[in-house]
């Protein structure tokens, strides 16, 4: 999905690669984490990904790719990286939250989005969101159109081939149905906790369940 780059100040080692469509003859339910939430379990040791809440993009046999939901940026302003990648206008007639989407590509933008609006490139998640990569939809968001509701991130996270599903399997990551109010609103301290109570499991017993031999 090539797209919107801005200038970056340290080079990012991509650890997994993003993955394609899905091969033929792949059976629908090896792809059932599209359109889900991970949940990283209190037991995280990556501190990348400690308490993180990631939106699976796409899930398929030759890998996974998702989205950290609660990860926000306070540097650059959406102003401030538009003005950076050149599009008008500045300053914009509306604007989008920016977060740190993941650890791979992390100078490349990437927008989560509701799918009322989606153009030439963009990837249908599902009925209702969409993963937009192009110029064209933050020149639709400074215009004042867009969709409704969307996040730019810096970078994603990405799993090889069976690599995310062997991280499940080793009890790493939970993973839950997604809602809109989890993924774009601002309350980005309770979503891990938010996405915690949507499987009603409390972190707490779960923390006291990891520390035991």
Request: net charge neutral; glycine share 10%; with cysteine.
């Amino acid at each position: 999905m090539p797209g919107m780059r801005r200038k970056s100040t340290h080079s990012a080692k991509p650890d997994a690669r993003q993955p394609g469509p899905p091969r033929p003859g792949f059976s629908p339910e090896e792809t059932a984490l599209t359109g889900q939430v991970l949940i990283a379990m209190p037991s995280m040791t990556d501190q990348r990904f400690a308490q993180s809440v990631i939106y699976v993009c796409a899930h398929s046999g030759d890998g996974a790719m998702g989205i950290v939901v609660n990860r926000p940026l306070a540097s650059p302003s959406f102003s401030e990286l538009l003005t950076q990648l050149n599009v008008e206008p500045s300053p914009p007639a509306r604007a989008i939250r920016l977060g740190q989407g993941g650890p791979v590509d992390n100078a490349r933008g990437f927008v989560l989005h509701t799918a009322d609006w989606t153009g030439d490139g963009s990837l249908r998640v599902d009925d209702q969101l969409a993963l937009t990569a192009s110029l064209d939809i933050l020149k639709a968001i400074a215009e004042g159109g867009g969709p409704q509701q969307g996040l730019l991130a810096l970078g994603y996270a990405g799993w090889g081939p069976g690599q995310l599903d062997a991280e499940i399997q080793q009890n790493t990551w939970l993973n839950a149905p997604a809602d809109l109010g989890l993924l774009f609103d601002t309350d980005d301290a309770t979503k891990w906790r938010r996405a915690m109570a949507k499987l009603r499991v409390d972190p707490l017993l779960l923390s006291s369940a990891a520390g035991r031999a």
